[in-house]
């Protein structure tokens, strides 16, 4: 159901990703920013759409 934990280094390094791209592609903004507010307890589902996104 995806409430499993992720690695949550893992998950930092793809969400850093997403807010440098978003310099470049604003579009992606909303989506980053909401993904961020999960940095310090991510699951696998918030792991899966922030890989869909990247």
């Given at each position: 159901d995806g409430s499993e934990m992720a690695d949550e280094s893992e998950y930092r390094q793809?969400?850093?990703?997403?807010l440098y791209l978003?310099?470049?592609?604003p579009d992606i903004m909303f989506a980053s920013s909401l993904l961020a507010r999960f940095?310090?307890?991510p699951?696998?589902?918030?792991?899966?759409?922030a890989k869909r996104v990247l």
């Open positions: 793809i969400v850093g990703s997403l978003t310099a470049t592609r940095m310090h307890n699951t696998r589902k918030h792991m899966g759409t």
